[in-house]
T-cell receptor, first 114, second 113 residues
Framework: DTGVSQDPRHKITKRGQNVTFRCDPI?????LYWYRQTLGQGPEFLTY????????KSRLLSDRFSAERPKGSFSTLEIQRTEQGDSAMYLC????????????FGPGTRLTVT | GENVEQHPSTLSVQEGDSAVIKCTYS??????FPWYKQELGKGPQLIID?????GEKKDQRIAVTLNKTAKHFSLHITETQPEDSAVYFC????????????FGTGTSLTVIP
């Protein structure tokens, strides 16, 4: 069990550029979640997948954000036309699903938009 | 949706003393309450959780209590150590649906040696 991994760990980009983050969940975990965390706040839910199906999206996920999990394994989160307000830590979590409730988080990707 | 409030926002204790962090939630349908520890530059780490059919759960120096009637739950850390210093988050969810977690705003705990 290698845990949830995220890549890159840090990303600095200029306003208006597109960025993509990757998350690899714990193997055999069929649920995958994306959260955003700003300084001094708790994580806020963005979206979640059960296998390859995206089942829920937060109103925080504007049309500039898109997430995929094409084969039900790793997931990508893309932000188009980044804005300074997108600067945050983007966290991925995975869960075994079924009757297990626990979510295990990765180390996060810290995005800075200049 | 669910609203989770967490207090205090900062907490300093002497090494060996106990620390208590309290959270309240608003949605009576919430039935799963995890606690996470987050160290600087790292992702949140699950340290203990409780389901709504249980009033208390303990794991070594850490315990969580739940009062469903009052809609509040608490984290208790006994015999604190400097390595307990971190930010602690409570969360609530309707666990069986695979739903999102709603997090509190965090408590920054400092254990003074």
């Amino acid at each position: 069990d290698t845990g949830v991994s995220q890549d890159p760990r840090h990303k600095i980009t200029k306003r208006g550029q597109n960025v993509t983050f990757r998350c690899d969940p714990i193997s055999e975990h069929n649920r995958l979640y994306w959260y955003r965390q700003t300084l001094g706040q708790g994580p806020e839910f963005l979206t979640y997948f059960q296998n390859e199906a995206q089942l829920e999206k937060s109103r925080l996920l504007s049309d500039r954000f898109s997430a995929e999990r094409p084969k039900g394994s790793f997931s990508t989160l893309e932000i188009q036309r980044t804005e300074q307000g997108d600067s945050a830590m983007y966290l991925c979590a995975s869960s075994l699903g079924d009757k297990t409730y626990e979510q295990y988080f990765g180390p996060g990707t810290r995005l800075t938009v200049t | 949706g669910e609203n989770v409030e967490q207090h205090p926002s900062t907490l300093s204790v002497q090494e060996g003393d106990s620390a208590v962090i309290k959270c309240t939630y608003s949605d009576s349908a919430s039935n799963y309450f995890p606690w996470y520890k987050q160290e600087l530059g790292k992702g949140p780490q699950l340290i203990i959780d409780i389901r709504s059919n249980v009033g208390e759960k303990k794991d070594q120096r850490i315990a969580v209590t739940l009062n469903k009637t009052a809609k509040h739950f608490s984290l208790h850390i006994t015999e604190t150590q400097p390595e307990d210093s971190a930010v602690y988050f409570c969360a609530a969810s309707i666990g069986y649906t695979g739903n999102q977690f709603y997090f509190g705003t965090g408590t920054s705990l400092t254990v003074i040696p």
